[in-house]
Nanobody
Framework: QVQLVESGGELVQPGGSLRLSCTTS????????MGWYRQAPGEQRELVAR???????NYADSVKGRFTISRDDAKTTVYLQMTSLISEDTAVYYC???????????WGQGTQVTVSS
């Protein structure tokens, strides 16, 4: 059974920081590109950051320089370090796994991040 479990979302003040974690099970983690997406109310889900199996990363323009994605293959976990948070970062953040050897894709259940004073 494949599971992607996000954690770390909470209410934070503007300018604050958070680290999201996504712990996986049931997949060959090293064979998956991992990503973080987010969806704000009334908006479409959008890519925030992605990290390949070779640790190559790419980011949405809106988060470049503020967010950092990383992965720990031994722990089968992907992280999203978020700094200088602004209200526009408020959304449900979802973890995504995209198989490089298969066409399988998986989503986590999401974790709420709210940036507000």
């Amino acid at each position: 059974q494949v599971q992607l479990v996000e954690s770390g979302g909470e209410l934070v003040q503007p300018g604050g920081s958070l680290r999201l974690s996504c712990t996986t099970s049931g997949i060959n983690f090293r064979a998956y590109t991992m990503g973080w997406y987010r969806q704000a109310p009334g908006e479409q889900r959008e890519l925030v950051a992605r990290i390949t199996t070779n640790d190559e990363t790419n980011y949405a323009d809106s988060v470049k320089g503020r967010f950092t994605i990383s992965r720990d293959d031994a722990k089968t976990t992907v992280y999203l370090q978020m700094t200088s948070l602004i209200s526009e970062d408020t959304a449900v953040y979802y973890c995504h796994a995209d198989g490089i050897l298969t066409s399988q894709k998986y989503w986590g259940q999401g974790t709420q991040v709210t940036v507000s004073s």
